[in-house]
């Protein structure tokens, strides 16, 4: 074992055994799986940052100078250069009794050596700890699992459907934005889209439009918008003109368009560069002239994207205090993790987040998962098995996200191979990511969530989580999967057969145990009696 490992890992372990607290109890103050804490104090593995080496320490009730010796010993065993000076003496003087003013000094270190930490990793020092907690509720609610939940947003105007199952389209970055749709005042261009239409009406599937991308001639001086096509993120000098687009829109589409989008990436002024009190009219206009032509289309208010920022809750945060909600169906988020690398299960820390602002507004939208963020295309390409392991775990998510609200989301995108995790490009097979977000549907056809939980609150290791569906012959259905790492569980009662992502099976056996990763994995059992 490398010399600076080992230093760290005796070090974390000697914290652990002084604080009394078991590899579970650390585990559940840490938040970090019990296994994981044992590959960390055992020298196996080394912490990927020096928060999660923190909370550990945190947990344990360190001190200030234990956390500086602490810093230096992941550098070591990271490979990083250990700079401080003040560091190398660390042991010696914890030997020394501490001074206030050198736990000032030491605290004040820290905190600096950790937000470089973060900021040279890219992380939001603001919001990082919040971004970074994996962990989620748990609850018991029995509701029917509509195959709607699993939608992808549709970026091809080619009019071709995905060749696997989905539960629902979004047209975005399709050949629909406002400024293709009506180029000229009063001049409408109606092909792609009644293409996009006319191919999902074929396929069965429910469609949602996304309004964008304001015209040239309808806000000349405002600031262009990130396309190819002139259009502008400014909303348009006359609202009026607003209004009478989305009439012609919903009257030409109606019992066709099951939801209409109001705008995209609303909170972002890349995309959308009026100020709020704007955007709230807007959606006012647009909710009467939907419902005037479709009663039964559904509104969603524009998309908030930007989440895990503290700017971007901001805007959220201020639409709803002018009631924006109160103007539409649903609410559209731009629910994702921070970067495609990361677990999807963070996306349950943000969700909690943006509940808590909605919840402090005293608004409780119906939530529709609309989208990612503009940088996400730029990001490095997912190896098979995560993604795999991700496309399937965004839907989970999703499921697990329902105690808040959120009734679907679209994985974005499906048409493009250029992003950190495909589908599917139109004219390609499915990815195998794709083929497995079809047999996640296929085991759940016709079933009904009954609970989703993680962890020691439903008595399982700390990094599985863990939903339970109901199926219409009564067989409990359960899926798990860790965040992080594998652990090894016991079986559900009465479980008669284990299923992978692959579509193979196995019998359960007396005295098996069920290995758990980051592929959920399916366990069907009959009903109690």
């Given at each position: 074992m490398p010399e600076g490992r080992g230093e760290l890992a005796a070090h974390l372990a000697a914290l652990k055994q002084r604080s009394g607290l078991s590899y579970a109890e650390l585990g559940r103050k840490s938040h970090i799986s019990s296994s994981t804490l044992h590959r960390y104090c055992s020298g196996a593995t080394v912490p990927p940052d020096y928060q999660t080496v923190v909370g550990i320490a945190a947990a344990c009730s360190a001190g200030d100078e234990e956390l500086v010796e602490l810093l230096a010993q992941w550098r070591a065993a990271t490979g990083q250069v250990v700079v401080p000076e003040i560091v190398q003496q660390a042991p010696e003087s914890r030997r020394r009794p501490r001074s206030r003013a050198f736990s000032a000094v030491a605290a004040g270190l820290v905190l600096v050596l950790v937000l470089a930490s973060l900021a040279a990793s890219g992380a939001d020092v603001g919001t990082a700890p919040a971004q970074q907690r994996v962990a989620g509720p748990s609850w018991q609610r029995e509701r029917p699992l509509a195959p709607s939940l699993f939608g992808v947003t549709a970026s091809s105007s080619s009019g071709v459907m995905p060749s696997f199952q989905v539960g629902g389209l979004r047209f975005w970055d399709s050949g629909t934005r406002w400024a293709r749709l009506q180029p000229q005042p009063g001049a409408y261009e109606w092909t792609v889209l009644d293409r996009l239409v006319a191919g999902a009406e074929k396929a069965g599937l429910p469609k949602t439009l996304v309004f964008g991308g304001t015209p040239a001639w309808a806000a000349p001086n405002g600031p262009k918008a990130p396309y190819g096509d002139g259009s502008r993120s400014a909303p348009p000098d006359d609202l009026a003109v607003w209004a009478r687009f989305v009439s012609a829109v919903a009257n030409r589409y109606k019992g066709r368009i099951d939801a209409y989008e109001v705008w995209v990436h609303a909170n972002d002024e890349r995309y959308f560069s009026g100020s709020t009190e704007t955007l709230v009219e807007m959606t006012k206009l647009a909710g009467r002239a939907v419902k005037d032509a479709d009663p039964r289309a559904d509104v969603v208010c524009p998309s908030m994207a930007r989440s895990w920022t503290d700017e971007g809750r901001a805007v959220l945060r201020r639409f709803a205090e002018l009631r924006g909600y109160d103007h539409c169906d649903v609410a559209g988020l731009n629910l994702h993790q921070r970067q495609a690398a990361d677990p999807p299960e963070t996306m349950v820390g943000?969700?909690?987040?943006?509940?808590?602002?909605?919840?402090?507004?005293?608004?409780?939208?119906?939530?529709?998962?609309?989208?990612?963020?503009?940088?996400?295309?730029?990001?490095?390409?997912?190896?098979?098995?995560?993604?795999?392991?991700?496309?399937?775990?965004?839907?989970?998510?999703?499921?697990?996200?329902?105690?808040?609200?959120?009734?679907?989301?679209?994985?974005?995108?499906?048409?493009?191979?250029?992003?950190?995790?495909?589908?599917?490009?139109?004219?390609?097979?499915?990815?195998?990511?794709?083929?497995?977000?079809?047999?996640?549907?296929?085991?759940?056809?016709?079933?009904?969530?009954?609970?989703?939980?993680?962890?020691?609150?439903?008595?399982?290791?700390?990094?599985?989580?863990?939903?339970?569906?109901?199926?219409?012959?009564?067989?409990?259905?359960?899926?798990?999967?860790?965040?992080?790492?594998?652990?090894?569980?016991?079986?559900?009662?009465?479980?008669?057969?284990?299923?992978?992502?692959?579509?193979?099976?196995?019998?359960?056996?007396?005295?098996?145990?069920?290995?758990?990763?980051?592929?959920?994995?399916?366990?069907?059992?009959?009903?109690?009696?």
């Open positions: 943000l969700l909690r987040q943006i509940d808590g602002v909605l919840h402090d507004a005293g608004v409780h939208p119906r939530l529709w998962n609309t989208g990612v963020t503009y940088e996400y295309v730029r990001e490095e390409q997912l190896d098979e098995q995560r993604a795999v392991d991700y496309a399937t775990r965004f839907y989970l998510v999703a499921i697990y996200g329902s105690e808040f609200g959120l009734e679907r989301t679209y994985f974005y995108n499906w048409g493009s191979d250029r992003l950190p995790l495909a589908l599917q490009a139109v004219g390609s097979p499915p990815t195998r990511a794709a083929l497995a977000v079809e047999e996640l549907q296929r085991w759940l056809i016709r079933a009904t969530t009954r609970s989703c939980g993680q962890g020691l609150a439903i008595g399982l290791p700390a990094n599985v989580w863990q939903c339970q569906f109901t199926a219409d012959d009564g067989r409990l259905l359960t899926i798990r999967w860790t965040h992080e790492g594998t652990a090894t569980t016991s079986f559900p009662p009465n479980a008669e057969e284990v299923r992978g992502l692959d579509g193979t099976g196995r019998p359960v056996r007396v005295g098996d145990a069920l290995e758990v990763s980051g592929t959920p994995v399916l366990v069907v059992a009959q009903p109690k009696g």
